[in-house]
């Protein structure tokens, strides 16, 4: 059975998900440190959504969550913002473990985030997927995510 919560407070077990976590979703950023994600939950502008696995109880790995109540298996970022034309979300960096791919985590875990999105009154919830994701892009279209022709630009900024 999985349950979403969102973080209210960084527990160990939070910072050791992110770090079992964080390289099955990218290979070239690190995890985040415990002070990154304590920035993050006190935002008000972003959730951070993770997925528990109340029937794999944690083990020496930190992977329970604070109340020791669950394994979390999978986590995601929901990022709200005001602009001229109304509320918008953006789903961003959702990563789900290995071990619990297939059983409904990122479903579970994207219909909580749209909830909440609707909840504080954004009108679009916007997310990009590699190609190369396949299960996750089928995730997407389930959700009523929408492929929109557009063009997606990045500029990196350097680091001082």
């Known amino acids: 059975m999985v349950r979403v919560e969102v973080v209210a407070a960084v527990t ?3 910072v050791a998900a992110f770090a079992r976590l964080t390289p099955q979703l990218s290979r070239s950023n690190p ?3 415990a002070d990154q994600l304590a920035e993050i939950v006190a935002s008000p502008a972003t959730d951070l ?3 528990l696995d109340e029937e794999e109880r944690a083990g020496g790995d930190g992977g329970g969550d604070a109340a020791g109540t ?3 298996v999978g986590v995601l970022t929901l990022a709200r913002f005001r602009i001229p034309t109304g509320v918008r979300a953006w789903i961003e960096d959702v990563v789900v ?3 619990a791919r297939g059983r409904g985590v ?3 875990l994207g219909r909580a985030a749209l909830q909440r999105a609707r909840a504080a009154g954004a009108v679009t919830v916007d ?3 590699r190609p190369s994701r396949e299960a996750a892009n089928r995730l997407y279209d389930r959700l009523g995510f929408e492929r929109r022709d557009t063009n997606v630009y990045r500029k990196v ?3 001082k």
């Open 70 to 72: 669950g394994h979390i």
């Open 97 to 99: 473990d290995d071990s």
């Open 127 to 129: 997310l990009t997927s």
């Open 31 to 33: 995890p985040p440190s």
């Open 157 to 159: 900024l350097e680091t």
């Open 106 to 108: 990122g479903e579970a």
């Open 49 to 51: 959504l993770v997925a």
């Open 12 to 14: 160990p077990a939070l």
